[in-house]
């Protein structure tokens, strides 16, 4: 195996004196340096699977190592750990609850639980309020500040009303017995600073830990990695500073400048040589990234050959282009006898897909829209599977929590709180605790009431839903609940009646299977948590589509022929982010997008973007200027018009040149 790696890659995966910084450009195959080296670990050094961790940022990442681990090693590995970051928060927080004062059944609650409680604390309904008070409490998380110092370091009035909201929401979670995301790294940075006896059994079993992606890492993973890995330091993290783009999700590239001074014995290993893209490509990437300020010097090389000029289109505004992307794609499928699969349309923001979508459409041209929403994870959805999931198992609390809540039933925030602190204390859920006498001592009776006929209206359908057919139970659940009723209350009717129909939807779907399958509508809810989970991890046999995609979520993919669109000052560089440091940011974007193509790479832009009702003129993108005249090549737009002008002259002058003759 190790004749197919090159020298650099070779010693990345055999180097064990000290904590190791491998370097990897795009496309230089640091997966494969990443998987070898866990079978360099087991079989060459002898070290136990469960011993070693290797971190990524995604479960596709994740599932793609371990199969790569899996087809290297004679032997399954017992207990080796690849997951997300995420994923290892939530073990050790299993695991060691008791050192926090949670139960091990702690419930996680996704970003629109957590929607509902600060809405409620902030007693607002103002979306935009609430999101920014979302993204404060998760930027103070992921940078270790404590509700009373985010209280103390308030600099105006907004900051001290999001600390104060951060303050009781992180008291509301913990009543619930609940966490958030970003808790998932947090507690366990606090619970082993504060317990050095639980890390030092973590340093004992996670005795090798491999970072992917490690430029995406926030000052929260960082503290992580840096506690596990302990005075010994015995790590590989791989990563790319070129890379970093997601510095407004916390992400700091300052971790890996970090790195050589927390670690001086650092080893850096550069991996410099692409096996994805042709010559012409890697150049223009290499000319683009070199305006950046950099941290190391690198430059990628391949011997892929020269390949395709890049072609640069300009277009008269964006519904031309969108129409002109679909055509040229086309005519290339057709040219080179490729597949639908082979290529991409990248795009700074989703607002750009629309009009490709309508386009692709209209040609009958199969695609995939990737950093989309699933079905399941819309709003309404969600509404009425916690319905299902609470039938399925009353010790569900965050579904407890949004069905008590969703549509609101006369149970308030603080009865909520009460029963949650109440559970944590007896270690019973939320549902259990509502019957026990203990806790109807502890509320009025005027709270408890709604909370009891809330508790009995679930039992009553949980029993129907164990022996009724599908529909039926359905229908009447959602006629009980006043679902419909509550949307077009809450929402404008539009996006009431499309939210109603994807109820709708969801209502037929589970009838249709429960007839088809002969299953009570409990079992299909077991079967949907599988699904969601499922679908979310359903990328092996991909059908054969172009991939839409943004350029942040096609990071790390790659595809034969790409197109970059809107490639405009103020859409790529976005126009929030024209100072320096977020300059640099959209710069590494316009380089991951670029360093996706392995064999043609296709740029447009418009000359003009439509707005509301007006055309808005646009300049071309200083990153196309900066890729080099050498490998490019221009059409379309003012590029095509000015040569027109001149010959047209010029044949005027010849005509007149040829009468003023024949007049002599």
Not at 215 to 242: E, H
Not at 312 to 324: H, L
């Amino acid at each position: 195996m190790s004749a197919l790696l090159n020298p650099p890659q070779r010693e990345a995966i055999r180097y064990l004196d000290g904590p190791l910084l491998v370097l990897a450009g795009a496309g230089s195959g640091k997966t494969r340096v990443i998987t070898q080296k866990i079978a360099y670990l087991i079989e060459q050094c002898g070290l136990k699977p469960s011993n070693i961790a290797a971190i990524t940022f995604t479960n596709k990442a994740a599932r793609e190592m371990q199969e790569r681990v899996g087809s290297l090693l004679k032997d399954k590995p017992v207990g080796l750990t690849i997951s997300t970051f995420h994923s290892l928060g939530v073990r050790i927080l299993r695991e060691e609850a008791k050192a926090l004062g949670y139960k091990p059944q702690f419930s996680i609650f996704d970003s629109t639980d957590c929607y509902g409680i600060i809405s409620d604390l902030a007693s607002s309904v103002d979306k935009a309020t609430i999101r920014r008070l979302q993204s404060l409490i998760s930027n103070w998380k992921n940078a270790l500040v404590t509700p009373d110092q985010a209280m103390l370091n308030a600099e105006n009035d907004t900051e001290t009303l999001a600390a104060r909201a951060y303050a009781s929401y992180a008291a509301t979670l913990k009543a619930y017995q609940a966490v958030d995301f970003d808790d998932l790294i947090s507690l366990p940075v606090e619970l082993f600073s504060r317990h050095p006896e639980v890390l030092e059994k973590w340093q004992n079993r996670l005795r090798y830990l491999l970072i992917d992606e490690y430029q995406d890492t926030n000052a929260c993973q960082y503290q992580m990695l840096k506690l596990i890995a302990g005075p010994r330091a015995a790590f590989t993290a791989v990563g790319d500073d070129d890379q970093a783009i997601y510095g407004w999700r916390g992400a700091d590239v300052e971790n890996l400048r970090g790195l050589p001074r927390d670690y001086p014995n650092l080893k850096l290993i550069k991996l410099e040589q692409n096996y994805r893209s042709t010559v012409r490509i890697l150049k223009a990437a290499n000319a683009v990234i070199a305006h950046n300020e950099k941290l190391f010097e690198k430059k990628l090389w391949s011997d892929l050959g020269m390949g395709d000029p890049i072609t640069v289109t300009a277009c008269k505004d964006n519904e031309k282009e969108a129409e002109q992307v679909v055509m040229k794609l086309q005519a290339h499928k057709f040219e080179h006898r490729t597949k639908f699969s082979d290529y991409a349309i990248l795009y700074r923001g989703n607002f750009q897909a629309r009009a490709l979508e309508q386009h692709l459409r209209d040609q009958k041209v199969p695609y995939l829209l990737s950093g989309g929403q699933s079905f399941f994870d819309k709003a309404e959805i969600k509404d009425i599977l916690c319905y299902l999931r609470l039938l399925a198992n009353s010790d569900d609390d965050p579904a407890f929590i949004r069905a008590v809540t969703t549509p609101k039933r006369g149970v308030g925030g603080a009865t909520l709180e009460a029963l949650g602190t109440y559970a944590g204390q007896r270690h019973i859920s939320l549902f259990a605790a509502a019957f026990e006498e203990g806790f109807a001592h502890r509320v009025q009776p005027r709270q408890l009431a709604p909370l009891l006929e809330f508790c009995e209206f679930i039992n009553r359908f949980e029993y129907r839903a164990a022996k009724e057919p599908v529909g039926q139970v359905m229908e009447d659940l959602l006629a009980a609940i006043g679902y419909e009723a509550w949307l077009f209350n809450e929402e404008e009717r539009r996006a009431a009646q499309t939210r109603w129909g994807n109820v709708q939807e969801l209502v037929k779907w589970l009838t249709t299977k429960g007839e088809e399958d002969k299953k009570t509508l409990l079992e299909l809810t077991q079967m949907i948590a599988l699904i969601n989970m499922l679908d979310k991890q359903a990328d092996g046999n991909a059908p054969d589509a172009v991939q839409l995609s943004t350029l942040h979520a096609a990071k790390g993919l790659e595809f034969k022929h790409v197109f970059l669109i809107g490639v405009e000052e103020g859409v790529l560089p976005h126009r929030e982010s024209m100072d320096p440091v977020k300059l640099e940011e959209e710069r590494r974007l316009m380089y991951v997008g670029i360093t996706r193509a392995q064999r043609s790479l296709h740029v447009s832009y418009s000359e003009k973007r439509k707005q509301g009702k007006e055309l808005i003129p646009c300049e071309p993108s200083r990153f196309i200027n900066e890729m080099g005249k050498d490998d490019l090549r221009f059409s379309g737009g003012k590029a095509d018009s000015v040569p027109d002008k001149a010959s047209a002259s010029a044949r005027l002058a010849a005509m007149k040149a040829m009468l003023s003759g024949n007049s002599g």
